[in-house]
């Protein structure tokens, strides 16, 4: 079983930053690929950026490419979320999840799933 927490959420104006944190216990979560995806109201949970168990493999959405930054320090068990240059459009639920099995984009494929963190960006 694997706990995830995600922090660092809130309220911020358009050009600003963020910076999340998911922080697992329970399994090592060393080799798991670890995902970021986000829900805004009345819509389906989308595909943010996923992150390979050691780090060297990353992939994110057009949506957030170049702005947005995965990483994770396996040390502390914590994967990061650095969102950049944020837009009013990347107000949502932030939801951190990993994937025992593969490396996916696809939400069915994640395990296990954090509480969400709101990010609200403001125009």
């Known amino acids: 079983q694997v706990h995830l927490v995600e922090s660092g959420g809130g309220f911020v104006q358009a050009g600003g930053s963020l910076r999340l944190s998911c922080a697992a216990s329970?399994?090592?979560?060393?080799?798991?690929?670890m995902g970021w995806f986000r829900q805004a109201p009345g819509k389906e949970r989308d595909f943010v950026a996923r992150?390979?168990?050691?780090?060297?493999?990353?992939d994110y959405a057009d949506s957030v490419k170049g702005r947005f930054t995965i990483s994770r320090d396996n040390a502390k068990n914590t994967v990061y979320l650095q969102m950049n240059s944020l837009k009013p459009e990347d107000t949502a639920v932030y939801y951190c999840?990993?994937?025992?099995?593969?490396?996916?984009?696809?939400?069915?494929?994640?395990?296990?799933w954090g509480q969400g963190t709101q990010v609200t960006v403001s125009s």
């Open positions: 992150i390979g168990g050691s780090g060297r493999m990353t």
């Open positions: 329970g399994r090592t979560c060393s080799l798991y690929t």
């Open positions: 999840a990993a994937d025992v099995h593969t490396y996916s984009r696809s939400r069915e494929a994640y395990d296990y």
